[in-house]
């Protein structure tokens, strides 16, 4: 019997390769603003906490240390204002990206079932629908949420464009779902990074959005951003107590473990407040001379309240003010990556260095 292969869109990344060739070719090289990956150091106490554990001989628990498991509890409860939570409440994850990308599989979605997600977002959303055959809906508006959607996913702050959801919308949201019996999960991994102030944006488990009702509410968040973590692929999902049992129980099928001196090192971080605020500081200051370089360059920044992103637009189409930047020696993301429908802006990262930021400002200053 002939195989059929997984319907997949083409990979969108690809795409940019001859843009960053382009870039390449500026005399004093490319500033590569594209890609969201971080470029500081993994702060000291978090290596060291993973040199520590580095005696891992016994294989590590799906469901997390108790340790790790207190410990994002208690991060929910001190820095997001979620409280009630236990450890039967939160699961660690091998990153979000794995589990933003197979929930709908986890959770037994398939044909005939829809998966909605934000009109301009992370591809992943639609690519989890694509694995299962179920229907992707890219819609902000939840009175028009279809009536067999199934699972809702919200991301707030938003990738690409750095908009944030406030209580009130998030509860409309949650109670669309509801109506529905939807599954609503809300990716937040940028919570931390809230260019409105110091305290993370609002959590879709705070009190104020579902009292103390939990069901069939899921936040997934990261360590990525706000700790420097990319490389150790650490994360975990909280909520609903029901779901996240389903969840343990088929990651124990599959073997999604997150490693043990991982674990350490995720607990340790979420335990220490100092380094997430040094980070947030460097990229406040990075956003502080990138933005307004963009402004006189001529762009309109829209959103980007938020997140590691500037949303920046000329109004026009996405890929002519990619390959106008890329001329300039700039990578920059187009909006068509996103979903964005006519592409009319693009993503710009603030994961650069000082230095790069710099270099950044003044060839945007040249076409001013």
Not at 111 to 137: C, E, M
Not at 154 to 167: A, F, K, Y
Request: some cysteine; proline content about 7%.
């Amino acid at each position: 019997m002939a195989r059929t292969p997984l319907a997949l869109p083409d990979f969108p990344w690809d795409s940019l390769v001859p843009f960053g060739a382009i870039a390449r070719t500026h005399p004093d090289g490319m500033v590569d603003l594209s890609v969201g990956s971080p470029v500081d150091p993994t702060p000291a106490i978090i290596r060291q906490s993973l040199a520590t554990a580095t005696d891992a001989h016994a294989y590590p628990t799906v469901t997390g240390t108790v340790q790790l498991r207190e410990a994002i509890v208690e991060w929910f409860e001190r820095r997001r204002g979620v409280s009630g939570l236990t450890v039967d409440h939160v699961l660690p994850t091998v990153g979000s990206k794995e589990l933003v990308a197979l929930l709908p599989q986890m959770l037994g979605l398939g044909k005939g079932d829809v998966v909605v997600f934000p009109t301009v977002a992370y591809p992943t959303y639609a690519i989890g629908a694509a694995l299962v055959g179920a229907t992707a809906v890219a819609s902000d508006n939840p009175a028009e949420w279809p009536e067999n959607t199934a699972l809702v996913w919200l991301n707030s702050p938003g990738n690409p464009d750095g908009r944030v959801l406030d209580t009130d919308q998030l509860r409309a949201a949650v109670a669309r779902a509801r109506e529905l019996g939807a599954v609503i999960a809300s990716d937040e991994c940028y919570a931390e990074l809230n260019w409105n102030g110091v305290d993370p944006t609002p959590s879709i488990l705070d009190p104020e959005v579902i009292g103390d009702d939990r069901s069939s509410v899921l936040a997934v968040y990261s360590l990525s951003k706000q700790s420097n973590l990319a490389g150790y692929r650490a994360a975990f999902v909280a909520g609903c107590s029901q779901l996240i049992s389903e969840l343990l129980a088929v990651r124990k099928h599959v073997g999604l473990i997150v490693p043990g001196p991982v674990q350490a090192a995720m607990a340790t971080a979420l335990q220490d407040d100092a380094h997430v605020a040094e980070q947030r500081e460097l990229y406040r200051a990075r956003r502080a001379k990138l933005l307004p370089a963009l402004e006189r360059a001529g762009f309109r920044i829209d959103d980007s309240v938020a997140g590691l992103y500037l949303w920046a637009t000329k109004n026009e189409d996405s890929w002519q003010t990619v390959g106008d930047l890329a001329q300039a020696g700039i990578l920059v993301v187009p909006g068509s990556f996103y979903g964005e429908s006519p592409a009319r802006h693009v993503r710009i990262a603030l994961t650069a260095s000082d230095a790069t930021i710099a270099d950044a400002v003044a060839r945007l200053d040249l076409l001013a």
